[in-house]
């Protein structure tokens, strides 16, 4: 096995655990409604998982442990995405909000960071903000 393909089965593995994060997170008030659902699915094609893979994250034991990334623009954006999800029916509830800290504290941000960056992202965060507007306002 090749290096290039080492790299790509670990970003891979990162990928299948965002996702898996991203679709924890979004069935965390019991039910995933049909707005967040569409968000999973995109992301599904966007982070490349396969109908095997994504069958086997959306059972409710999924067992895909966070995968913080080294560098703080892809951390922001693995937090962006997570908002999305959140956000996608316009609310964020107390166990998102909870989930979403810890979700936060695994890619790497210290408590106090996390938070910080959850009160602001609920503050300012719509859905409909790219990822460049959203990081600038961070």
């Known amino acids: 096995m090749s290096f290039v393909d080492l790299y790509s089965n670990s970003e891979h593995r990162t990928n299948l655990a965002h996702f898996a ?10 039910s995933i409604n049909a707005p967040e659902l569409a968000i999973i699915d995109r992301f599904a094609k966007k982070l490349g998982i396969s109908q095997e893979e994504y069958k086997e994250v959306m059972k409710k034991e999924n067992k895909y442990p966070i995968d913080p990334p080294s560098d703080a623009q892809t951390r922001l954006e693995r937090l962006f995405d997570l908002f999305r999800i959140v956000f996608a029916d316009h609310s964020i509830d107390k166990e998102e909000e909870v989930l979403v800290l810890k979700y936060a504290i695994g890619l790497g941000y210290t408590t106090e960071e996390a938070k910080k960056l959850i009160v602001r992202s609920t ?4 859905g409909k903000l790219s990822f460049e507007e959203y990081q600038s306002l961070l």
């Open 21 to 30: 994060a991203i679709a924890t997170l979004a069935a965390v008030d019991g």
């Open 123 to 126: 503050a300012i965060f719509g």
